[in-house]
């Protein structure tokens, strides 16, 4: 009889999910655990917790709909808050559990977690949540192109992407084993606004309702590239960066019902652009592995001196929508009532903080990794970074006036009025 942990981390979901199929075919018995890591959730350098309510809720969501799927099967979700290694050395101890099975991730905690694992139990890593597998890749993560377009050069000329691997008929469990839910005072209270662009549900039930609405039902996905730099709206975008963060619904997943999609009605230059979004996404998670903990320094991955200043008002101002520059302002509160921001958006405020208010790129950073829902560590830090001039973008300084930038993108001033009035 061999027992073995599958650790859920950035994917929440039964179907297309490596780990869990390994796991499947290694042991007789699985024990599901999802970790809570407070360093993670806890204090940031603002003087807050990491993560805000909307992303919490966001995510319980996501933890409770796939508590919901492993019960399908046969078996519950322990959700344990704590060091990840503690908790899998405990439950693997308590439950004489072989081995531990999980995704492999990129950024720099997250695989200070898995040394940490991997010193005290027998880890087993598998599949990371990117598009295209390291493995495939035509250089190792070492050779990582510096610059986007390069790497996707490379990439596009020897394109390998994986089916998805399917969900496993049923899941075994020992009989004594229980679920354990989510801490309901952990999840907070998040309030709804009625300006929202959509309600965003972390359940993977609702995430694949968002890419048929996007693909099928509308057909906004044959009108992407015209419509991608919108901010007023459920539809100008795809808005899967939720549920691609959490792993609710899988890179592949997308990629595979795009081309399902092209298959029936046609291949244009918004399906392509698509997917070239999704590389993109690729290529922060590449870029956090290739430069680990330099993705967070304020030199970031270029490893270039930059001089800013930490200050507290300045700064919230800009949290609170106050800075007296309207485009920034609405971009600004929409984000504090929501826990979204358009791409255009977070563009724009992320030059304003370093260009024009002279601030360490870091506060903002850690500000969005608090409020977004979509967080992603080598997404958030790797755009960042790019923003503050200290990442991979071949460009110097890329400024962004925000007076003509919302004369482009919102010209009848409506996504403006709607959150400054
Ligand atoms: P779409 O435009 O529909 O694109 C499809 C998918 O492609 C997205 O869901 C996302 O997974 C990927 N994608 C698109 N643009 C980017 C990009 N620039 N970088 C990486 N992936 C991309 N994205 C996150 O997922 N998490 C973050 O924490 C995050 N922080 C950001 C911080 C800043 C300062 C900036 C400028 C961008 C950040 N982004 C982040 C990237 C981008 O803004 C969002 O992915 C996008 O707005 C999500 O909306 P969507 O799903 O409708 O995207």
Known sequence: MSRGVIWFRNDLRLADNPALMAACAAHDELLPVFIIDP?????????CDRSGPFRRRFLAEGIQSLDRAL?????ALQVHAGRPADVLERIANLWAADAVH?????????QQQERSVAERLSLRLHAPPTLLLPGDLPFSLEKLPQVFTAFRHKVEAR????????????????REWRGKPLDEPWIGAAREDDRAVMRFDGSREAGLL???????DTHALSRYK????????????????PWLATGGVSAREVYREVKRYEVQNGANESTYWLVFELLWRDFFQFTAAKHGADLFKRWGVARKPVSTAWDARRFMVWCEGRTGQPFIDANMRELAATGWMSNRGRQNVASYIVHDLGLDWRMGAWWFERMLIDYDPCSNWGNWQYLAGVGNDPREGRRFDPVRQAGLYDADGAFTRLWNE
């Not at 390998?160 to 075994?172: C, F, G, K, L, S």
């Open 39 to 47: 360093l993670q959730h806890g204090d940031s350098p603002l003087g």
């Open 71 to 75: 019960r399908a099967k046969g078996t």
């Open 102 to 110: 999980a995704q492999r991730l990129f950024a720099w905690e997250e």
């Open 159 to 174: 394109w390998t992407v994986r089916d998805a691997v399917p969900e496993p008929a049923a899941i075994r469990s020992p």
């Open 210 to 216: 968002r890419v048929k609405h996007y693909l099928w």
């Open 226 to 241: 015209e419509t991608r730099n919108g901010l007023l709206g459920a539809d100008y975008s795809s808005k899967l960066s």
